[in-house]
Nanobody
């Protein structure tokens, strides 16, 4: 079970930090990612981090602006979002992830989603 929090409404250029607590999901050798779904669009992978190695993958649209991290003691994953843009407006979810090597796209290989947290960026 994944429980996301930290969303809100900000103006363009602002920052938010999303948190996700994962119950029953050991981080040690797994990858966990952030995904988002904007109105009328498909859900897309934003980031994926392997806790044991710190290896991260980011979608091109957020590179240089978003940073993901984990805290194994708290079984939590975070997404620090800086320089937010209106196109970042979406519901954000965390879930287990894998990276498709051919395309560097980030996928949820489990297919289970939490309730998400809404991020709204105004211009």
């Amino acid at each position: 079970q994944f429980v996301e929090s930290g969303g809100g409404s900000v103006q363009a250029g602002g920052s938010l930090r999303l948190s996700c607590v994962a119950s029953g999901f050991p981080f040690e050798d797994r990858a966990i990612g952030w995904f988002r779904q904007a109105p009328g669009k498909e859900r897309e992978g934003v980031s994926c981090i392997i806790h044991s190695t710190g290896t991260t993958t980011y979608a091109d649209s957020i590179k240089g602006r978003f940073t993901t991290s984990t805290d194994n003691a708290k079984n939590s994953v975070y997404l620090q979002m800086n320089n937010l843009k209106p196109e970042d407006t979406a519901v954000y979810y965390c879930a287990p992830c894998t990276v498709v090597a051919a395309s560097d796209s980030i996928k949820n290989y489990v297919g289970v989603w939490g309730q998400g947290t809404q991020v709204t960026v105004s211009s």
